[in-house]
């Protein structure tokens, strides 16, 4: 007696412990006798069936499944149409509708989160169903009307998205409002000034308390592959202000070395230079500053120079380590944060650029093999 109690308790224990980490789904759906309803998973990369039931007469149906690691997103789908919704752990989430209008006319209980998502997917939807009414046979100012419409009715959607982002950016719902769509086009984009500081924000959240989430890796990167393209876009802007400004085809530096001396790299035009951004406070500086040697001491007779750019951060540093160099290396003040930098567009050290005698960069940051080769070329 003792041991079939006592056998009882551990299938119990162990039913309760299975049962707290899971999440379920139940609700009804009206007027959908005898039509499948599929429950499935909605990953990054692809969706998953999980479960399915063909309705009653009642409509009533019951999902439960693994909680997820991170909040995650799953669906409901009856007849094409689908219903998305949020999960965070083990909640309980009922869901109340109707097959005419499936997609939108439900009720969701027992996830703020997922009722937020109602709400977007709801305005999108209409602002879609406005898209697909914009067709061939309108005149031009009917046209033109409901596309003001359809601007504002976007606008409207993206000061309510706005506001919900900001609420709770690490939110599911914060994540799913960047990246709905209206006609394949985001609402939102990294690469709009405007809209970057919201998908910022979402990336910035979702990466600082789930970073090692594939969403979490997938949004971060998106935004700060918008920021290196931003910041790329300036940087050639600068360059090619400052080329234009110079009437050459390169930019012109103007720095002082290390004893004080102005040293502008268009003193050298007429040679071949090596414009060498690099630091002499790096870990194998010693290497590539007697490669630099080698490359000077055979080629500067026949018109060879390099002008170096130091980005050291320590002056001290810099002036020890220059004192036998034979070539111009010059340094700004700022050190790595020089403008030079910028508008070199250099991201990385060393980074070198070689320019002919005709003032035009012929490469970028070749190896030293190509980079004497290159040197005998335009030499």
């Known amino acids: 007696m003792k041991k079939s109690l006592l056998f009882l308790l551990i299938i119990f224990i162990f039913i309760s412990c299975n049962q707290k980490n899971k999440f379920h789904v139940n609700g009804t759906i009206k007027d959908a006798k005898g039509k499948m309803l599929y ?20 409509g009533t149906f019951s999902f439960k499944s693994e909680k997820p690691a991170y909040p995650d997103f799953y669906d409901l789908k009856l007849d094409g149409q689908v219903i998305t919704f949020a999960v965070d752990s083990t909640e309980t989430i009922s869901i109340d509708g109707n097959k005419a209008d499936f997609s939108t006319g ?95 924000a979402v990336a910035t959240a979702y990466n600082t308390f789930m970073p090692d989430y594939e969403r979490s890796k997938n949004v971060y990167s998106l935004v700060m592959d918008a920021i290196k393209a931003d910041r790329q876009k300036v940087a050639e802007a600068a360059m090619q202000k400052a080329s234009e400004q110079s009437n050459t085809g390169y930019i012109d530096i103007k720095l002082n070395d290390q004893n004080g001396k102005i040293r502008k790299l268009s003193e050298l035009q007429g040679k071949v230079v090596l414009i060498d951004f690099s630091a002499y406070e790096s870990e194998n500086s010693v290497d590539y500053t007697f490669a630099l040697r080698d490359l000077y001491t055979k080629y500067h007779k026949r018109g060879f120079e390099i002008y170096q750019v130091s980005l050291d951060r320590n002056k001290l540093i810099w002036e020890q380590s220059i004192e036998n160099i034979p070539w111009v290396c010059v340094r700004d003040e700022n050190g790595p944060n020089t403008v030079y930098a910028t508008t070199y567009n250099v991201t990385s050290i060393p980074t070198n650029f070689l320019m002919n005698k005709q003032g035009t960069i012929t490469s970028r940051s070749l190896s030293f093999a190509e980079l004497a080769k290159q040197i005998e070329k335009d030499l």
Do not use: W
């Open 39 to 58: 429950f499935e998973h909605e990953g990054l990369m692809k969706t998953t069936k999980l479960d399915s039931i063909k309705l009653n007469t009642e």
């Open 106 to 200: 439900y009720t969701i209980k027992g996830s703020e989160t997922s009722s937020q998502i109602l709400q977007l997917r709801k305005s999108i939807m209409k602002i879609q169903r406005e898209v697909n009414a914009l067709t061939d046979n309108l005149s031009a100012e009917e046209r033109n009307v409901r596309i003001q419409k359809i601007d504002s009715n976007i606008e409207a959607h993206k000061v309510m998205a706005r506001k919900l982002i900001l609420q709770n950016p690490r939110s599911a719902a914060a994540y799913f409002a960047i990246y709905q769509q209206v006609n394949g086009t985001y609402i939102f984009s990294p690469y709009v000034k405007s809209d970057r500081p919201y998908c910022a």
